[in-house]
């Protein structure tokens, strides 16, 4: 696996938010995603250029915090956006445009990752997600830097 580097990062010191929010939206966490929110909550990533089916050069601005406390915490974020979403797509980081990746729980309980379009979903929710990776690890392999 390529070596992700996470800086800005806040240990996440309330840990069982992960597992409220999996129970309060009967979802599961990847596992190594987790991991990853445990130690570099809110972390932004290096490298963090993605593509998805549908654009290129994208970038991946820092994961949500669980930390509710935080400005940019999953549990407003998702409460903001869920209604235009599309079933069972949940946002897991932010892009600096207001997009979002997400976990695809849609098909399969081993969500894949795809890009959210913000803009598109006002006209469209289930044109505007672009597809990423199979799963988060396949997500962390793809990252670059320009």
Known sequence: MKEVKWILTKKLEKTEELNRFEQ?????FP???KEIVLENNAGRPRPNVFDSSERTELVAKALLSFDSSHPDNIWDTYQHVKGRLPNDIVPFMSDQF??????????SKKPAVVFWDHELSQFNPNKSVGEVADDFEEFLNCLYSL
């Open 24 to 28: 309060t939206y009967s979802i599961k």
């Open 31 to 33: 596992v190594q995603f």
């Open 98 to 107: 207001g997009n979002y990746v997400c976990f695809d729980y849609q098909y």
